[in-house]
């Protein structure tokens, strides 16, 4: 005799546990809208690549001849897949079963899951729906006791997150309802992206925070608008497609861990390209605006941009990008917003960008056009120098290689922070380049107030005066006493940035930072 019945049992148990929470259940996600996770790891995952671990644990009932007549299975589907041919750990949570709640879950997949990524050194995805493996108010009931937050027995392990942070890439996606200990899992996350019309996050949700007479629906409480804005999402798309797409994007500028260099992408942009419109790009007018991103796309590799959290600390653009095929973490100040003043949201955006570039071996550029830090009420309300030296640690604290091309604003505190101090740094400026203690905008009446109401013709006197300091803040008189290394032609900046970035490649050094990135 052989093990065929046994084999049977075990085909039937996982066809059973692809049966997620039944067809009625099944429907309902359709019906709202969104893709089961079973639908969701396909879509994610190069087609039949996905292993699934642990398909069959659940919740069964027996009969009296131990034979089993019910099965729920747990509300986490993980296991191992390929994304553009390289391995990945995939983990989602299963709505169809008791909505991702605690009383259907099985805490060790989630954290095998977390585990299998860090010793097997691959990066992980988290496909989150619901409270992400946490509790409802009926967990006590079901399990006879209430639980304590960071005790023994927890679900979370938010040390297995953490330590996660520091060594493989962390992918989230928020593609539902998610509160509590799913929205923690969301944000621990390098990069994290959410779909717009179905998805909310929250610590708590509306039925909850209703009691303290807030009485929102789920968008007003915690939609994309809100999410993207205040920094708790990366990024928002129409559909579920769109963010399995991002998700692999994102991965395909990292390395699988922090023990490998970052992977040369395609060599099919001539590095040496010359865009004339670079000339023109910076207004004469200091005080008109300009837009960054079309300067971006014309110095990276074409179509490589990709941009991260668009949304929030706005005075600052970041992304990753590739400049000759290799991969760079890309930072730009925006004038359309706040000037590109240093602002307290901007500063936690560079921080954290900062960090994981220093995680995974990224050089940075960054494109500088800083005012200084923001100024007025508000600013101070939201310890903007706070925010603005812990990012200058940041820079400060980062040894990976670091090129920064001032092509107009440096001005103060902020605007002295566009190299790390203390380490080789590569930099050049534009012709278009200003700098100084302060701008002279709005300051030139103050300093010469005397001056300016003696004379005979104020208005002529002010021009004079400001055509004077024009003329001495020149920045060929700052390159004589070189304090700037190199003034560049706008057009040679692709040749030198390409340069920069295969000089980058063989000094980055790999393997494990003083600290791991922080969420």
Excluded at 385 to 401: F, K
Excluded at 419 to 440: D, E, I, K, N, Q
Excluded at 494 to 503: G, H, K, P, S
Aim: hydrophobic share 40%.
């Amino acid at each position: 005799m052989n093990w065929q019945p046994e084999l049977d049992e075990l085909r039937r148990r996982e066809a059973l546990a692809k049966e997620m929470g039944g067809a009625d259940k099944v429907k309902r996600q359709h019906d709202g809208g969104r893709l089961t996770v079973r639908e969701r790891i396909d879509g994610l995952a190069d087609a039949g690549t996905f292993h699934e671990i642990g398909a069959i644990a659940g919740k069964a009932a027996y009969d009296e001849n131990h034979e089993m007549t019910e099965f729920l299975p747990a509300n986490c589907v993980m296991g191992r897949a390929k994304i553009d041919g390289r391995p990945v750990v995939l983990c989602g949570d299963d709505f169809t079963v008791r909505g991702g709640s605690a009383d259907a879950t099985i805490k060790e997949k989630p954290q095998l899951a977390e585990v299998m990524a860090h010793d097997l050194r691959l990066p992980i995805i988290r496909v989150i729906e619901g409270s992400g493996g946490g509790g409802s108010v009926k967990t006590i009931e079901t399990t006879g006791r209430a639980n304590l937050p960071g005790g023994q027995g927890t679900s979370s392990r938010f040390d297995l997150m953490a330590r996660n942070l520091a060594s493989v890439p962390v992918v989230a996606l928020g593609l539902g309802s998610i509160a509590g200990l799913g929205a923690a899992r969301l944000a621990a996350s390098h990069y994290s992206v959410m779909t717009k019309e179905m998805s909310a996050m929250f610590v708590a949700g509306p039925p909850v925070v209703k009691g303290i007479g807030q009485d929102l629906t789920k968008q007003e409480l915690g939609g994309w608008k809100i999410q993207t804005r205040a920094g708790g999402v990366d990024d928002a798309v129409d559909t579920e497609e769109e963010a399995f797409a991002r998700a692999r994007q994102f991965l395909s500028y990292l390395p699988s861990h922090i023990d490998e260099a970052p992977p040369r992408g395609p060599v099919d942009d001539d590095p040496e390209r010359c865009d004339e419109s670079l000339m023109d790009a910076i207004p004469r007018d200091a005080r008109r605006a300009y837009k960054m991103r079309p300067i971006i796309e014309t110095l990276v590799d074409k179509g490589s941009f990709f941009e991260m959290g668009r949304m929030f600390g706005r005075s600052l653009i970041t992304g990753l990008a590739r400049v000759n095929g290799h991969s760079v973490a890309l930072m730009a100040s925006d004038p359309m917003h706040m000037a590109g003043a240093w602002t307290a949201e901007s500063c936690q955006k560079l921080i954290r960008f900062v960090d994981m570039a220093e995680t995974f071996h990224l050089p940075i550029v960054y494109l500088a056009d800083c005012p200084g830090f923001n100024i007025g009420l508000e600013a101070e309300k939201a310890a903007t120098i706070r925010h603005g030296v812990r990012a200058m640690a940041a820079i400060n604290q980062s040894t990976t290689p670091w090129c920064a091309i001032i092509v107009r604003s440096a001005f103060g505190v902020a605007g002295g922070a566009h190299v790390h101090v203390g380490r080789y740094c590569t930099r050049y400026a534009w012709p278009s380049a200003r700098w100084g203690s302060l701008p002279l905008e709005g300051g030139i009446e103050a300093a010469y107030r005397a001056d300016i109401a003696e004379a005979d013709d104020p208005a002529a006197e002010l021009e004079r005066i400001e055509d004077h300091l024009n003329a001495l803040r020149s920045p060929f008189r700052t390159a004589e006493a070189f304090w700037i290394e190199e003034i560049i032609d706008p057009r040679d900046t692709r040749r030198l940035l390409a340069d920069f970035a295969d000089l980058a490649v063989k000094a980055v050094r790999t393997g494990e930072r003083k600290f791991g990135m922080r969420p």
